[in-house]
């Protein structure tokens, strides 16, 4: 009898680092819901899963409103059913989030919310949302950042926003492991995405001085991030939980 393969849902997965784990995951043999924020065009993540033969479906989430997540969490429940019969996701990856950067005397409280609703608010109630899906078997995958483990200027909200993301994932290991539910987080290194405006992809000076702190000697390629995703959300992990797994190529050590 063949085995379903396994489902997973990846948030922010209309660009960036969040399609390149889109990818990784189908290339790994899993059938995708890519999520994405509504009105943003998630037709390119879905033709190219398509086109590697892979399986996807498509999901609008807004992170930063907890009814909407609700609403998204029972869409998804009927997707679920109606697409590949099945009530259980195997794996969500919190990859969606923010960056809001500046010095301390710049900040504003609208960033701190913005900042804190998404990152930190949206994780923690797009994972309560799915847990009846998640029960027995799922694996959550929330992506931090390297930055809660060396400094850079203008990063204070932003780095704070993930170490609580990582506090989270610990905590929560513990508490949903007797459900059968593994929560891990993986902290990314700089990459050259479209994030932060796409800095780390479009200069070449920055990359530079980067490449010269980080122990492999440069910054990373999004698919170096979805590939370790990848890894983590295989059954070769599946001991493995409460963790934080850093990919960064010993950045700043």
């Known amino acids: 009898m063949m085995t379903a393969l396994p489902i997973a849902l990846v948030t922010g997965a209309n ?47 807004d992170l930063a409103d907890v009814a909407g997540i609700r609403s998204a969490a029972a869409s998804l429940d009927g997707l679920l059913a109606q697409r590949w019969s099945s009530s259980h996701l195997d794996v969500l990856v919190n990859n969606a989030g923010v960056g809001v950067f500046g010095g301390v005397e710049a900040v504003s409280a609208e960033d701190f919310d ?46 704070a926003s993930k170490a609580a993301v990582e506090a989270l994932s610990r905590t929560l290991a513990g508490e949903l492991g007797p459900r059968g539910i593994r929560v891990n987080t993986l902290a990314p290194g700089p990459a050259a995405t479209d994030f932060n405006g ?40 599946r001991w493995v939980t409460g963790e934080r797994i850093e990919v960064s190529g010993g950045a700043f050590l």
């Open 198 to 237: 796409g800095a780390m992809r479009d200069s070449g000076d920055m990359r530079a001085w980067i490449a010269e702190r980080t122990a492999l000697g440069r910054v990373a390629d999004p698919a170096d991030i979805a590939d370790a995703v990848a890894a983590l959300a295989s059954r070769h992990m």
């Open 15 to 61: 660009r960036g680092l969040g399609q390149s784990i889109a990818l990784a995951l189908a290339r790994s043999g899993h059938r995708v819901v890519a999520g994405h924020r509504p009105g943003s065009d998630i037709s390119e993540t879905l033709s190219s899963i398509a086109d590697m033969g892979g399986e996807a479906e498509a999901i609008a989430i």
């Open 114 to 159: 913005v900042q804190l609703d998404t990152n930190l608010r949206g994780t923690f109630f797009l994972i309560q949302a799915l847990l009846p899906l998640l029960d027995g078997g799922g694996h959550v995958i929330n992506v931090s950042t390297s930055l809660t483990r060396h400094v850079s200027p203008e990063t204070a909200l932003y780095a």
